[in-house]
């Protein structure tokens, strides 16, 4: 299984990014596909998942309104559009899965698949 993580860059206070996820090595209908951040100092924090089956979709209070999350099934990949990008947003941002049933969505101890995480750098 291999969850490959890009996209991201310097972005001026905001400006937007689009970070895409792309996922192989099994079939991910059963699970959620998740973003998760963490910033120097600072705790591995939830940002958005959505099953990849499904329409439904979950976000961190800081981000909703300004994150999307979505996926392409002809790519086999989730995207996070993030639109109206602040200094806080800074981070290093990572995909992950998690099967349906384990656990809760926003807990990044739940999922046992990561990429390798990709630098996002607002400036004010």
């Known amino acids: 299984v291999q969850l490959q993580a890009s996209g991201g860059g310097l972005v001026q206070a905001g400006g937007s990014l689009r970070l895409s996820c792309a996922a192989s090595?099994?079939?991910?209908?059963?699970?959620?596909m998740g973003w998760f951040r963490q910033a120097p100092g600072k705790e591995r924090e939830f940002v958005a998942t959505k099953p990849w089956a499904g329409s439904s979709t979950y976000y961190a209070d800081s981000v909703k309104g300004r994150f999307t999350i979505s996926r392409d099934n002809a790519k086999n990949t989730v995207y996070l559009q993030m639109n109206s990008l602040k200094p806080e947003d800074t981070a290093v941002y990572y995909c992950a899965a998690k099967g349906l049933n384990s656990g809760n969505y926003d807990s990044w101890t739940a999922y046992d698949y990561w990429g390798q995480g990709t630098q996002v750098t607002v400036s004010s």
């Open positions: 090595g099994r079939t991910f209908s059963r699970y959620y």
